[in-house]
């Protein structure tokens, strides 16, 4: 930890990752007492927000990091509140590994760009350096259960709904248009049609599939990145 440091950053296990597939690195972050940093975005246009910069070796793509929603926090004495994170949050870093790629153990170098504060004032901008480290596997030799299931910023519930070509782009579309880009919808749905529909709907969209969890043979789950 650099000096005068007010984070401490705790990296995941390493991630498994079968070539030619993708999975998410939850990187937990934690925040000395006292302080805050600054969100990701910011609410203020001289201030740093919270950055994540990843570089890893060839084959194995970092994609945009997805940062949680800021805190509003002010300043002894201010007139408006900041976007912060403050305590222990997570960083959620998206892992895609090209076939290519060869097996083994893989690290990635990794920085994260941040500015704190206390209650009287903003320090200056400080990066905190780490690695991540991934573990490229052969399709189906993945730990079961390694993967984690999405975490989802909405959910539609399509149970009883024939999904339908017609009726299924236009609910998708509607509950993503509120979310942000990066963040992950959870799709609900009971009809056994579904199975083909989202995966299609996906392809045709370019808003990522990042996993199907088949429940039984009708309930079926879908987690779906905004492009």
Request: contains cysteine; negative net charge.
């Amino acid at each position: 930890m650099a000096p005068n440091s007010i984070i401490a950053v705790q990296a995941p296990p390493p991630a498994e990752l079968p070539a030619g597939c993708g999975v998410e690195a939850r990187i937990t972050v934690v925040v000395d007492d006292g302080y805050h940093v600054q969100a990701n975005p910011t609410n203020q246009q001289f201030l740093i927000p919270l950055r994540l910069e990843v570089k890893g070796p060839k084959g194995i793509r970092p994609g945009k990091p997805i940062y949680p929603q800021g805190q509003p926090y002010r300043l002894t004495g201010a007139d408006d509140d900041l976007m912060t994170y403050g305590g222990t949050f997570e960083v959620v870093l998206p892992l895609q590994a090209e076939q290519s790629v060869p097996l083994g153990d893989h690290t990635l170098r990794a920085a994260l760009h941040y500015q704190g504060c206390d209650e009287h004032s903003c320090l200056f901008p400080a990066v905190a350096r780490f690695t991540l480290n991934a573990r490229i596997v052969a399709p189906g030799d993945a730990t079961p259960g390694e993967q984690e299931t999405p975490v989802p910023d909405a959910v539609l519930n399509a149970n009883g709904l024939p999904l339908t070509c017609a009726n299924l782009t236009p609910l998708i579309k509607s509950t993503m248009r509120g979310m942000d880009s990066g963040r992950v919808l959870e799709v609900v749905a009971d009809d056994p049609a579904a199975r083909e529909g989202v995966p299609a709907w996906s392809r045709l969209t370019g808003n990522k599939l990042l996993a199907t969890i088949e429940e039984d043979s009708q309930r079926t789950r879908f987690y779906l990145r905004k492009k």
